[in-house]
């Protein structure tokens, strides 16, 4: 089992920045996969992006075209620890933001992740 706990979100005028947390705990694989997703109500949940962590610890990154060179992933080893760097937000960018995490290979699919956070919400006002 896997447990993720998120924290970092809020609310931020467009242009601003946020980074969310996401701290695993339990049995993790040596070879993980890594996602963030986000959802608004009535809409189907939205893949932000998927990290493939190799058994030597490299992470292998791909965005959503959405939020690609303004988001940015990293991760902490000591903390066990996924992080989300938010930059120039937009408005567009207001969604429930979950992380997920799924041992060997990546799927770009929400529904192949077994563990997910309680989700964070990210408010981007104009």
């Known amino acids: 089992q896997v447990q993720l706990v998120e924290s970092g979100g809020g609310s931020v005028q467009a242009g601003g920045s946020l980074r969310l947390s996401c701290a695993a705990s339990?049995?993790?694989?040596?070879?993980?996969?890594m996602g963030w997703f986000r959802q608004t109500p009535g809409k189907e949940r939205e893949r932000v992006s998927i990290?493939?962590?190799?058994?030597?610890?490299?992470?292998?990154?791909n965005y959503a075209d959405s939020v690609k060179g303004r988001f940015t992933v990293s991760r902490d080893n000591a903390r066990n620890t996924f992080y989300l760097q938010m930059n120039s937000l937009k408005p567009e960018d207001t969604a429930m933001y979950y992380c997920?995490?799924?041992?060997?290979?990546?799927?770009?699919?929400?529904?192949?992740?077994?563990?997910w956070g309680q989700g964070t919400q990210v408010t981007v006002s104009s």
């Open positions: 997920a995490a799924r041992g060997g290979l990546c799927s770009t699919e929400w529904s192949d992740f077994p563990y």
């Open positions: 990290t493939y962590i190799s058994g030597d610890g490299v992470v292998y990154p």
């Open positions: 339990g049995s993790t694989d040596r070879n993980a996969c």
